[in-house]
C-alpha cells in the first residue's frame, strides 16, 4: 500500500489516472480502512477513495499535467483577445469621424464566490490577464447561501459567479432529478435564489453557478443565467471565468451569443449551458492622460 499523505498529489488506479487530485483528507474507518478525501488539481471535483487505490505521482506526470493544462488556459485566452480585437476593429470601422477622440473600455465587474481558495486565486489571476476587474471572496459552498445577499449589497457586481466544488454521490444507478444525490447543487440553488431576491433581472444580475457534475437544470430554475454541468462531467477550473468575460464584454445592447459563450469555455457545452442574457460591456469616450 501506497504511503499517502495530506497535501501529496494522486491519481485513481481504478479510473486509469485520468485526474490528478490533492489529498485533503484522511479518514480511518471502523474496519481500519483508510480513505482519502480527494481534490481536482484543475476540475472543480471532490472525490474519495481507499488509499489502496490510490498512486502518488512523480515529478514528470506532475510537470506533464501542468504543461497540459497552462497549455489549455493559454489557448483560451488566445481566443479571446483574438475575438476582442475583431471586435474593436468593426466598431472603429463604423466611426464616420475622424479619431480625434479615443474610446475607453468599461467591462462590466464580477463577484466570484468559490468554495476553494486555490482555485479563487487561479480564477483571480485569470481576471486580471483579461482585463476585468473581479472581487473574490473564499466561501464555503454550503455558506454561499446566507452570505451572498450581503456580498451583494456590499459590491453591487454586475456579474456573480457561484462555483466551488460538487459532484454526484451514492453508488449505483442515481436519480439525477433528486437534488440530494448532488453534493453541493442545493447550496449553488439556494444561494441563486438568494441572489434573486436581491436582483430578480437576469439582464441586471447575470449569474453563473455551478461546478463538476451540478445540477444544471434546477440551478437555471432557480434563476441562474448560466451553470453546470449540462452532461454531469467534470468543468474546468477556469470555466466560470471564461463564461463571465463573454458576458463582460459583451456590448449592453446586445444579447451573449450563447453558443459564443459555452464554446469559450475549457470544457464546452457538455460542461456549461446557459440562456440569452444582456451583455455588460460599455464604451466611453474620451479616454484621458489621466485614467
Do not use: W
Not at 451553470?227 to 471565468?241: E, L, M, N, Q
Amino acid at each position: 500500500m501506497a504511503n499517502i499523505s495530506v497535501g501529496d498529489l494522486v491519481i485513481r488506479k481504478s479510473h486509469g489516472g485520468d485526474i490528478v487530485f490533492k489529498v485533503t483528507e484522511i479518514i480511518r474507518g471502523e474496519s481500519e480502512d483508510m480513505r482519502c478525501v480527494l481534490k481536482g488539481m484543475h476540475l472543480r471535483l471532490v472525490a474519495d477513495a481507499p488509499v489502496c487505490d490510490l498512486e502518488p505521482i512523480d515529478a514528470e506526470h506532475l510537470r506533464n499535467e501542468i504543461v497540459r493544462m497552462e497549455g489549455m488556459h493559454n489557448d483560451s485566452l488566445k481566443r479571446v483577445m483574438a475575438r476582442r480585437s475583431m471586435e474593436r476593429e468593426k466598431i472603429e470601422m463604423t466611426r464616420a469621424e475622424p479619431k480625434k477622440y479615443t474610446f475607453f473600455d468599461l467591462p462590466g465587474r464580477v463577484l466570484h464566490l468559490d468554495g476553494d481558495d486555490e482555485y479563487l486565486k487561479m480564477c483571480l489571476k485569470t481576471y486580471g490577464q483579461l482585463n476585468i476587474e473581479a472581487i473574490g471572496r473564499a466561501v464555503d459552498e454550503s455558506k454561499q447561501p446566507e452570505q451572498v445577499l450581503a456580498l451583494l449589497e456590499e459590491y453591487r457586481p454586475d456579474i456573480l459567479v457561484l462555483t466551488g466544488h460538487d459532484a454526484l454521490i451514492g453508488g449505483g444507478k442515481k436519480d439525477l432529478k433528486d437534488i440530494n444525490n448532488y453534493r453541493n447543487s442545493k447550496y449553488f440553488v439556494e444561494a441563486v435564489r438568494k441572489a434573486r431576491t436581491f436582483e430578480p433581472s437576469r439582464d441586471d444580475l447575470v449569474i453563473f453557478a455551478g461546478a463538476c457534475q451540478s445540477y444544471f437544470e434546477a440551478i437555471l430554475v432557480a434563476g441562474a443565467n448560466f451553470a453546470s454541468s449540462p452532461t454531469r462531467i467534470f468543468i474546468h477550473a477556469y470555466d466560470p471565468v471564461f463564461i463571465a468575460e463573454k458576458v463582460a464584454f459583451t456590448p449592453i445592447n446586445k444579447t451573449v451569443d450563447v453558443t459564443d459563450a459555452i464554446t469559450a469555455s475549457v470544457t464546452g457545452i457538455e460542461g456549461v449551458g446557459g440562456i440569452e442574457s444582456r451583455g455588460k460591456f460599455r464604451l466611453g469616450m474620451p479616454k484621458t492622460p489621466y485614467g
